[in-house]
């Protein structure tokens, strides 16, 4: 398997307000990561592939400039959600690719709950 | 557009039932499937299937992929109360440079 962290686990804002969060690959480096969302009672749908040193691909009916994405690193994405509303409040779930992986395959953080009030 | 259907979309057994949960999909370019595990955080990694009729088994989850019918089956016997979750089928297409299209999931109750 492979480790991937997320942090906040966890992140309450007011109305307006951006909040970043970080998906880190710790034991693999990763040139290609994703960005899911899960809201209640839902499954996760995929937001966008984060690429290391190259513009985010996002899906059809993802605002690209409300959901920033950076991929500083082979081990670093970040997604900010800009000038959040209480319809963005959701879980955050990140996921990497391990090329040297057994199985290869995507691995997932351990997201992040957005409340947005 | 990639397409992935699960069924049931819950289903409430006893313990030391066996279930089998199923899942159909529909992609352009096939790469693998993948079953989840979703309690109350981000999924947990089962199984990744390639081959068609070739059984992965961890304890007691199996799952098998039949390329043919497009469909893939995770097999639980003996359950028990841990494993009450939501069972996540995923296909990931090829090159591998997209990301999972997921099926809404089976909602498994385990009761005592």
């Known amino acids: 398997g492979a480790v991937v962290s997320q942090h906040p686990s966890r992140v309450i804002c007011k109305s307006g307000t951006s909040v970043k969060i970080e998906c880190r690959s710790l034991?693999?480096?990763?040139?290609?990561m994703f960005w899911y969302r899960q809201f209640p009672k839902k499954s996760l749908m995929l937001m966008a592939t984060s690429n290391e040193g190259s513009k985010a691909t996002y899906e059809q009916g993802v605002e690209k400039d409300k959901f920033l994405i950076n991929h500083a690193s082979l081990t670093l994405s970040t997604l900010t959600v800009t000038s959040a509303h209480p319809e963005d409040s959701s879980f955050y779930i990140c996921?990497?690719?391990?090329?040297?992986?057994?199985?290869?395959?995507?691995?997932f953080g351990p997201g992040t709950r957005l409340l947005v009030l | 557009e990639d397409k992935v259907v699960q069924s049931p979309l819950s289903l409430v057994v006893h313990e030391g039932d066996t279930v089998t949960l199923n899942c159909s999909y529909e992609v352009t370019n096939f790469r693998s499937l993948l079953w989840y595990k979703q309690e109350k955080k981000a999924p947990t990694f089962l199984f990744m299937l390639?081959?068609?009729?070739i059984e992965k088994k961890s304890g007691r989850l199996s799952s098998i992929l039949d390329k043919k019918e497009l469909s893939s089956i995770l097999n639980i016997t003996a359950t028990q109360t841990g494993d009450s979750a939501i069972y996540l089928c995923?296909?990931?297409?090829?090159?591998?440079?997209?990301?999972?299209?997921f099926g809404k999931g089976t909602h498994l109750i385990i009761q005592p």
């Open positions: 996921s990497a690719r391990n090329l040297a992986g057994v199985p290869e395959t995507q691995y």
């Open positions: 995923a296909v990931e297409p090829g090159g591998g440079a997209d990301g999972l299209t």
């Open positions: 390639t081959s068609s009729g």
């Open positions: 034991d693999f480096q990763a040139t290609t």
